[in-house]
């Protein structure tokens, strides 16, 4: 199986920037979706970004124009530039990777992004 682990959180003022990692022990080419989700505290899981294959992506209508997706299958990561960032974007965020075969959806163990003064 492949393991996915993200990278990249932590503190930071509004207004600021972060670039969450999401790196795979594994090839990630055979996923044909990946996507970034967040869970900020008494809310459910949601849907931040995602991209497919081919490189198509699409986002949450609360982070179009601040972030970007973005997979390298060479390096078997995939990314979250995340600017602009606001005190409403603070959750954990998850990365996600769905593939044909079994077992078909993997997740991370999920990354703190903190945006405070």
């Known amino acids: 199986q492949v393991q996915l682990v993200e990278s990249g ?6 207004g600021g920037s972060l670039r969450l990692s999401c790196a ?3 090839s ?4 044909y979706f990946m996507a970034w989700y967040r869970q900020a505290p008494g809310k459910q ?3 931040v970004a995602g991209i497919t ?3 198509s992506t699409n986002y949450a209508d609360s982070v179009q124009g601040r972030f970007t997706i ?22 954990v965020y998850y ?13 991370g163990q999920g990354t703190q992004v903190t945006v405070s003064s």
């Open 70 to 91: 973005s997979r390298d299958n060479a390096k078997n990561t995939m990314y979250l530039q995340m600017n602009s960032l606001k005190p409403e974007d603070t959750a």
């Open 45 to 47: 899981r949601e849907l």
């Open 53 to 55: 294959e081919d490189g």
């Open 95 to 107: 990365c996600n990777g769905k593939r044909l075969s079994v077992p078909s959806n993997y997740w």
């Open 9 to 14: 959180g932590g503190l930071v003022q509004p």
């Open 28 to 31: 990630i080419s055979s996923f």
């Open 24 to 26: 795979a022990s594994g």
